[in-house]
């Protein structure tokens, strides 16, 4: 959990609260918690899934590929993609069609905000297979 913008939330702003996904509020649980991510992984394991210079994992490297039409629905109070993060990967797909929308101050999994994230891809849905 060593990205500052954790703590440091003048590091791509959005509408995140400080902490991470998996050490709510305080990432320092998760470097030195009992309970943290990944605890039973190999090194090895760990840096080919997670370190950005050496995983293929990287979603707006890969996004060229997908030439299907792409919704992408971003919560900008997500913890761990920035929507900087979420822009680029858009900007990236191969798709003709492409569609964007940004949750305002939605969590990462929508926490109480289900149905207006549901109602985007209804009407997306609707509007490709009427």
């Known amino acids: 959990m060593a990205d500052p913008a954790y703590l440091d939330l003048s590091i791509d702003p959005d509408d995140r609260a400080m902490g991470s996904l ?6 320092f649980d998760a470097n030195y918690g009992r309970g943290g991510l990944a605890r039973t992984m190999t090194t090895r394991g760990w840096l080919s899934t997670w370190l950005g210079l050496s995983s293929s994992a990287r979603l707006a490297d890969t996004m060229p590929q997908v ?5 992408l629905v971003h919560p900008t109070a ?4 920035r929507v900087r993060q979420a822009r680029e990967i858009m900007a990236a797909a191969g798709a003709a069609d492409v569609t964007y929308i940004e949750m305002q101050n939605a969590l990462r999994h929508f926490e109480g905000d289900c149905p207006e994230a549901l109602r985007h891809v209804a009407d997306w849905l609707a509007a490709r297979f009427p």
């Open 67 to 71: 030439s299907v039409p792409t919704l």
């Open 22 to 27: 998996f050490a709510f509020s305080d990432p």
């Open 78 to 81: 997500d913890t761990e993609i």
